[in-house]
């Protein structure tokens, strides 16, 4: 298989992984800050149901944010092992621009990485930090109850 197949198919594959990570992720931000604003902090009668419903997907964010800048770095480490090929393989002088704009393009698969990471831990910091809220809220709410 070419060299530069191969490197269309770490590309397109490492992309399209972070990618769909971006999408679950803003599709799992919006779902459970659509959710968080709206539970009814009185139909729980226990807070362990109530941790369980508050923190639903929350964990595939930490996930995908503490997972994607491996996976772009993944991508980058492989691309750079494939223009060490290309060189190694050549004959002939090599342009050090050739080289630089290889290597270049194989860092945009850590910086896509980032670019997915950094808005999923944002997201599940500010989730969680209202999930924090909610239990607390839930636990004044009961033991009010409770002292009636």
Do not use: C
Request: charged share 20%; glycine share 6%; no cysteine.
């Amino acid at each position: 298989m070419p060299v530069e197949t191969l490197k269309s198919i770490v590309d397109y594959g490492i992309i399209g992984v972070l990618i769909l990570m971006s999408i679950a992720t803003f599709a799992y931000a919006i779902e459970r800050w659509l959710y968080l604003r709206s539970v009814d902090l009185y139909r729980y009668p226990d807070r362990k149901l109530l941790e369980l419903d508050l923190s639903r997907h929350l964990g595939t964010l930490a996930t995908i944010g503490s997972s994607a800048p491996y996976i772009g770095l993944l991508g980058t480490v492989i691309a750079i092992i494939l223009t060490f090929y290309v060189i190694g393989e050549r004959k002939s002088a090599i342009q050090t621009g050739e080289i630089m704009k290889d290597l270049a393009l194989a860092l945009k698969a850590t910086a896509a990485g980032l670019i997915v990471a950094i808005p999923a831990t944002v997201f599940y910091n500010i989730l969680m930090d209202r999930v924090d809220r909610l239990l607390t809220h839930w636990e004044i709410i009961h033991r009010s109850e409770r002292e009636d």
